[in-house]
């Protein structure tokens, strides 16, 4: 957490307050954490857009003409417990003053990560670089994903690691794998397990866009949006943090594992794990 809905729903409500300002200065005492940020201050926000879990600013200078393009990005990871908050509070760690107000990044556990760099350039940023394309994109295409499937090891460690899509977690793994009745350990899937994927990832994303994404318990440091809202998707989970929990096709009780050293769950009976070779 957060994850692609999470990061998109937070883009879309920060768009209106972030578009067309300029940043006059942006203060945090974390230079390690929050790199070369002082490059956004005098710079214009032309555009905000979002790869996987990172979420973009693209910057121009302030005096450029209106449709100039942009030649820096500040770029904005919210880790476990990031997101941004109208209002300072005791977890604020970044705050952005524009010529339109304050903005504040709200951080309780510390793994938020902010950069601002060349437009394109992202050297020392291997899951940027590396990230394969948007689930709900053009450019996310069934038969490349069937091809890359049928070399793949465990199939949950696969998805969490950007590359066959981006912006997949824990979260929406566990949903997609259940939706397509596959085991999260299974590898080398069929050409017809990857496509039942393929349409999981797709519809699962799209619902949880859809719904705000994801809030879970009400702790501090649970996802909510910058105005305090929270996300509707878990009333949507049907696995995830349900270990125990009945299965809403086949009635079997929900079982969770650790796979990858993360928390997994699944159906035992939906899911079965295919041992047997392929022809």
Sequence with gaps: MPELPEVETTR???????????ILEVSHDAPHRYRDTHLAAGR???????????????LAAADAAQDAPHDLEFIVHLGMTGGFRMERGKHTRVTLRTDAGELHFDDPRRFGKMAVVPAGKYA????????????????FREEDFVALAARAGAVKPWLLSQKPVSGVGNIYADESLWQARIHPAQTRLTRGEAGRLYHAVR???????????????????NYRQHDGLSGLFQHSHVVYGRSGEPCPRCGTPIEKM??????????????PLRREERA
Excluded: N, W
């Design 12 to 22: 879309k409500k920060i768009e209106p307050l972030l578009l067309g300002r300029t």
């Design 258 to 271: 650790v796979l990858a050293q993360r928390g997994t769950h699944f159906c035992p009976q939906c899911q």
């Design 44 to 58: 214009r926000v032309t555009a905000l857009s979002r790869r996987g879990k990172y979420l973009m600013l693209h």
């Design 124 to 139: 020392g940023m291997p899951t940027l670089t590396a990230m394969g394309p948007e689930p709900l994109s053009d450019a």
């Design 203 to 221: 519809d699962v994303m799209g619902r949880a866009v859809d719904a705000g994404g994801s809030s879970l318990g009400s702790g501090e440091g």
